[in-house]
């Protein structure tokens, strides 16, 4: 694997990780939601022979290749932010 590859994906990580971040009010789940979603992304985008490198990378910055988003979430929580829909900003309840 290229020296090059690593680093341009490495960047690409880094920008989903702060862009996950940016928004989620400092709910874990949420980020880690949006995080998910963009790495899967970025990941369909990486070549085979670079598969195994660029999803170790994404795991060392956070990514869980098994999450279950169903499984973070409660049932009576936000679907958009996973949080109390007492509690939760998005706007959405009543």
Do not use: W
């Not at 789940?29 to 994404?58: G, I, K, T």
Request: aromatic share 10%; charged share 25%; net charge negative.
């Amino acid at each position: 694997m290229s020296d090059a590859f690593i680093e341009a994906f490495a960047a690409r990580i880094e920008a989903a990780y702060q862009e996950a971040n940016r928004g989620c009010g400092l709910v874990y789940e949420l980020f880690a939601s949006n995080f998910q979603h963009a790495c899967e992304v970025l990941l369909e985008s990486v070549p085979d022979e670079h598969r195994d490198a660029a999803l170790q990378l994404a795991i060392a910055k956070g990514y869980c290749a098994d999450y279950d988003e169903e499984a973070v979430f409660a049932d009576d929580d936000c679907p958009l932010t996973g949080i109390d829909p007492y509690h939760c900003p998005c706007g959405r309840h009543e």
